[in-house]
T-cell receptor, first 114, second 114 residues
Framework: DQQVKQNSPSLSVQEGRISILNCDYTNSMFDYFLWYKKYPAEGPTFLISISSIKDKNEDGRFTVFLNKSAKHLSLHIVPSQPGDSAVYFCAASAYMDSNYQLIWGAGTKLIIKP | ETGVTQSPTHLIKTRGQQVTLRCSSQSGHNTVSWYQQALGQGPQFIFQYYREEENGRGNFPPRFSGLQFPNYSSELNVNALELDDSALYLC?????????????FGPGTRLTVL
């Protein structure tokens, strides 16, 4: 039972344009949502997060939007740069099985074309 | 300040054997979490240690166990290895045990079980 879904395994975007990465979830008890970026042979690095009581959070070129009624969040990257080429993971935080856990999506590989 | 390191980088074991994976957290981080990432999937939470005590556990059997030491190092032990244990194992350190706060990941250990 996948509680966090990233339905696009990959996405190709022209440099300078907007990249939009999507994530859907099923559990209404998630209290925070996070995006992590992963380069090959490296561990994931934290990018941006949003509390479930907010609908938008912005940090430089990165903006995360949360639509609670649709159980959907998206990460916007504007403008896209070659260094943004990586795998992006959506993760959600919830208290379950007596502890806080992060539940991760399968990731979306973003390719920025020059 | 050094980042999170893991050893070994790669490891090959046979079914039924035991394995120990090691992680060195960032100085000052009293929380370490371990994740299993199968090919094409997102990381799955195994367990978390906070100040040398297990602080939470995901849906993994008891043959997955861990230790955390006062010097910011930690271990993941897996007994009676099974073929499905083949995966990338990631450790992540953080300042506290809340899953929604930034975690700093190591590059991972790639375990292959034959």
């Amino acid at each position: 039972d996948q509680q966090v879904k990233q339905n696009s395994p990959s996405l190709s975007v022209q440099e300078g344009r907007i990249s939009i990465l999507n994530c859907d979830y099923t559990n209404s008890m998630f209290d925070y949502f996070l995006w992590y970026k992963k380069y090959p042979a490296e561990g994931p690095t934290f990018l941006i997060s949003i509390s479930s009581i907010k609908d938008k959070n912005e940090d430089g070129r990165f903006t995360v939007f949360l639509n609670k009624s649709a159980k959907h969040l998206s990460l916007h990257i504007v403008p896209s740069q070659p260094g943004d080429s990586a795998v992006y993971f959506c993760a959600a935080s919830a208290y379950m099985d007596s502890n806080y856990q992060l539940i991760w999506g399968a990731g979306t590989k973003l390719i920025i074309k020059p | 300040e050094t980042g999170v390191t893991q050893s070994p980088t790669h490891l090959i074991k046979t079914r039924g054997q035991q394995v120990t994976l090691r992680c060195s957290s960032q100085s000052g981080h009293n929380t370490v979490s371990w994740y299993q990432q199968a090919l094409g999937q997102g990381p799955q939470f195994i367990f978390q240690y906070y100040r040398e005590e297990e602080n939470g556990r995901g849906n993994f059997p008891p043959r997955f166990s861990g230790l955390q030491f006062p010097n910011y190092s930690s271990e993941l032990n897996v007994n009676a290895l099974e073929l499905d244990d083949s995966a990338l194992y990631l450790c992540a350190s953080s300042l506290d045990s809340q899953a929604y706060n930034e975690q700093f990941f190591g590059p991972g250990t790639r375990l292959t079980v034959l």
